[in-house]
């Protein structure tokens, strides 16, 4: 059974919106489904049956929006007003777990991979994978000049963690979304926003908190991880944004984003 953002979706054919719950938060909407379903509440019966469920929530990237109580864990701590809602949102959202016990709860993240990995990780399992793509954005603004044209345009946006190594080019985003590296601990402060610096190197292990940055100090390294990029980079496919659909308006949907196909 899947719980989908909509509302609620029985084996995924039939999808139900609700439109009859003003001023209350969708994970909670959301939430109290899978207590019915999960308890027998909601005319489901799985009390003494293996169940999978599958819950998307729809308030963890967009809008900003969460109850002060929410929150209230991490006034004075949090000072940028979109990074203390979001904080918000994700403590409401991981709140959810709670709700169920004797389940195996599987948390998936779209940038880290499919959810049986996961389950590997909680098992004990060594995993197989030895690096993490972030991202390469080639749309992304460009800042600067390339610093290693023969292997990877550094103006481009993109990340790459393997082993104890962290690399990062391109822009990174915005100032006020990233904490100093100040901010836990002494260290130097790296300049993320120089407009001509386009490379980041970092050692995780010896430094967590990103506190010195060592493109300089190790080419070979900074190298040999902008050739992985290139080399995820060949096997990419042409990006493709379809224009805009006027038959996927809500207005159209009973005032809910549905899949129109």
Known sequence: MALTPCGRSEATTRPICILNEPRKLSANT????????????????????PLFLYL???????????????????????????RLLKAGMWYDVS???????SCEIIKVRRTVGKYHINILYSQGAASKRKELLHNIDPF?????SSMFPDIFDT???????????KLMTGKLGEAANIATTTTFGPGEEIEYYNPMKNIWLFNIREDP??????????????????????SYNTTAVPVWFPPEDPKACP??????????M
Do not use: M
């Open 140 to 144: 992304e603004s460009h800042r600067g």
């Open 56 to 82: 998307p929530y729809q308030n963890v990237h967009d809008p900003l929006e969460v109850p002060e109580k929410y929150t209230k864990p991490y006034q004075g701590t949090i000072k940028d007003p979109k």
């Open 209 to 230: 908190l990103e506190t010195t940055e060592l493109s300089d100090r190790y080419p070979d390294i900074t190298r040999a991880l902008l050739r992985k990029l290139q």
């Open 155 to 165: 103006r481009v946006r993109a990340g790459i963690r393997s082993g104890d190594w």
């Open 95 to 101: 709140s959810g777990r709670g709700s169920w016990s």
């Open 251 to 260: 207005h159209l949907h009973g005032g809910a984003w549905v899949p129109w």
């Open 30 to 49: 959301t939430k109290r489904r899978c207590r019915n379903a999960l308890y027998g509440g909601g005319g489901f019966h799985y009390l003494f049956q």
